[in-house]
């Protein structure tokens, strides 16, 4: 059957940094086919996940995916959730948002560079830092156990755990004996 699967980031179009780390865990570990539509969703900031603009963006995308099922995966960042009630706040409400409007949610934890980089980056430095990432196939490198955790610690996410409902994991490479 026929899966798109829609993901709102918190980038913007022009950056589309958080999309590279995104696209690069599900090109190393999942099997996608020509019956897989990977669509993206450029919120700008997480505060405008359910603005006008963006759900009608969403409604258009689902619309117009004729041939199978849609998921709609919210991709955001946690920041200081534990220490800053707004951020708490923030991130309850999106949640909450998500689970009433039929929506996954993939968190990172306190945003996705901490989880892949395994340190916060300045703005200025995003591009270049998800562009090396890339390139230097840093993917590999992952403990992916990090990628798969139930609830919000430092580094971590549960990205895995939300792209195993919809995409089959390609078999482990064999090391030659």
């Not at 913007?12 to 897989?36: F, G, H, M, P, Q």
Request: hydrophobic share 35%.
């Amino acid at each position: 059957m026929a899966i798109q699967l829609i993901f709102c980031v918190e980038t913007n179009k022009r950056a589309d940094t958080d999309s590279i780390y995104i696209s690069e865990t599900i090109n190393n570990l999942y099997l996608v086919n020509n019956k897989t539509k990977i669509s993206k969703v450029y919120l700008n900031t997480k505060t405008r996940y359910k603005a006008k603009d963006v759900m009608k963006e969403i409604a258009g995308k689902t619309k117009a995916f004729t041939i199978g099922e849609t998921r709609v995966i919210y991709c955001i960042d946690t920041d200081e959730y534990e220490k800053a009630a707004e951020h708490k706040r923030e991130l309850d409400e999106i949640r909450r948002f998500c689970k009433e409007g039929g929506y996954d949610l993939i968190w990172f934890c306190h945003d996705v560079e901490d989880v892949y980089l395994g340190r916060r980056i300045p703005d200025s430095a995003k591009v270049q830092e998800a562009s090396a990432f890339r390139r230097k196939r840093k993917i590999e490198e992952m403990d992916f156990r990090k990628l798969a955790c139930a609830a919000e610690r430092v580094h971590t996410s549960n990205i895995l755990d939300i792209l195993d409902r919809y995409l089959p994991r390609k078999p482990p490479v064999l090391s030659p004996s």
